[in-house]
């Protein structure tokens, strides 16, 4: 599903089993964020497949969080292809990493490390956002030129990320929604759910969580 230029969205939509949505982003080089659970794959390779693209194509996966549905996939991928993800989060993960996801440490160890900062991939530009809450080393990713926020599991359509799970906390969770709110945003592009298009529906979304949601977490 194209979404913008340069910027496609592989939307889970199968209320059977749990996987997270997998967003793309094209120019001189190829960054897919949040490949999925490794055996619900085959939707985000049929959608790459439409874009002329296989998983080889792919010059950078990176990670919003750690939980496996958002994760697994990467042991999908070989080099040259590139994982990166929070080292918080990694280091948060990594004991339950055999338990979750059925998988070995090595297989699930990303290549680097992310960095609050601006990540350059060819010729595009990220800004890597902590925004823990969800889990610790939770990250937003931000993409200027297309205003596009890429949220993981912090915020959806009409909703919130959980905090019951090991390491949540829902004080830190609203910081975090908050600090992400003042951007500049066309498109809200969460790990489940819809997408969101337009400035004014990003903004009332994240009113309505506020002001629906923050006094429950």
């Not at 929070?86 to 090595?106: G, Q, Y």
């Not at 823990?132 to 919130?160: M, N, R, V």
């Not at 009332?204 to 923050?214: C, D, G, H």
Request: proline fraction near 7%.
């Amino acid at each position: 599903m194209k979404i913008a230029d340069n910027l496609y969205a592989f939307l889970w939509q199968d209320p059977s089993t749990n996987n997270c949505n997998t967003y793309l982003l094209r120019g001189s080089k190829t960054v897919l964020i949040d490949p999925g659970h490794a055996h619900l794959f085959h939707p985000v390779r049929l959608g790459l497949l439409e874009l002329g693209l296989s998983p080889e194509d792919i010059d950078l996966v990176l990670i919003t969080h750690g939980h496996p549905d958002h994760m697994e996939a990467v042991t999908l991928f070989r080099e040259p292809t590139l994982v990166a993800m929070s080292r918080t989060e990694f280091d948060f993960v990594k004991p339950w990493i055999p338990l979750l996801a059925n998988r070995s440490e090595e297989a699930l160890t990303p290549h680097f490390y992310l960095q609050e900062g601006e990540l350059t991939v060819g010729d595009l530009r990220l800004q890597v956002i902590p925004t823990p809450g969800h889990s610790p080393g939770s990250l937003t990713f931000y993409w200027p030129e297309g205003k596009a926020l890429f949220t993981g599991d912090l915020i959806f359509y009409q909703g919130l990320g959980r905090t019951d799970l090991p390491g949540g906390d829902g004080e830190v969770l609203k910081e975090s929604i908050r600090r992400i709110a003042a951007l500049e945003a066309e498109y809200l592009l969460s790990g489940h759910g819809p997408v969101i298009k337009g400035r004014k529906a990003v903004a009332a979304n994240f009113k309505m969580v506020e002001e629906e949601w923050f006094a429950f977490i």
